[in-house]
């Protein structure tokens, strides 16, 4: 058992203990009664712990069980994904291809457009003297 589960156990056990022991001296009643509300009291917390008992077993199993079916979950859709990833892939590869195409054909157009800017623009004046 864990630190913090005995600790809430134990405090319960304290409290209960207190708390019947604050009634049975706040009240007056004779030996025989004050036994009988012992041994009620006692039988009562001892049912109570083992409730308690119990549904900390019950909750145990349904943390793992829940984590189990986390991570069968995680794996399934970490598998989803990269079969869409696969599948996305193959849909733009030829997309990509025409990119490519287009980036080279922007590239001769510049380069075509740069050695133009190179030549001496011919202007009115200098057709005339030729």
């Known amino acids: 058992m864990k630190k913090e589960q005995k600790s809430v156990l134990i405090g319960f056990a304290i409290g209960s203990i207190v708390t019947a022991a604050a009634t049975l001296l706040s009240t007056p009643k004779s030996g025989r009664e004050i ?6 009291s006692t039988y009562k917390l001892k049912q109570t712990m083992t409730d308690v008992k ?8 349904q943390i793992i069980q829940v984590s189990k079916e986390g ?17 996305w892939r193959k849909e733009i590869e030829p997309n990509i291809e025409n990119i490519k195409n287009d980036v080279e054909e922007i590239n001769e157009t510049v380069a075509e457009l740069q050695e133009e800017s190179k030549e001496p623009v011919k202007t009115k004046e200098t057709a005339d003297t030729k």
């Open 35 to 40: 036994r009988k509300d012992i041994k009620d």
């Open 54 to 61: 119990k549904e900390g077993i019950s909750l145990k199993e």
């Open 71 to 87: 991570v069968d979950a995680f794996k399934e859709v970490a598998t989803d994904l990269k079969e869409d990833i696969k599948s």
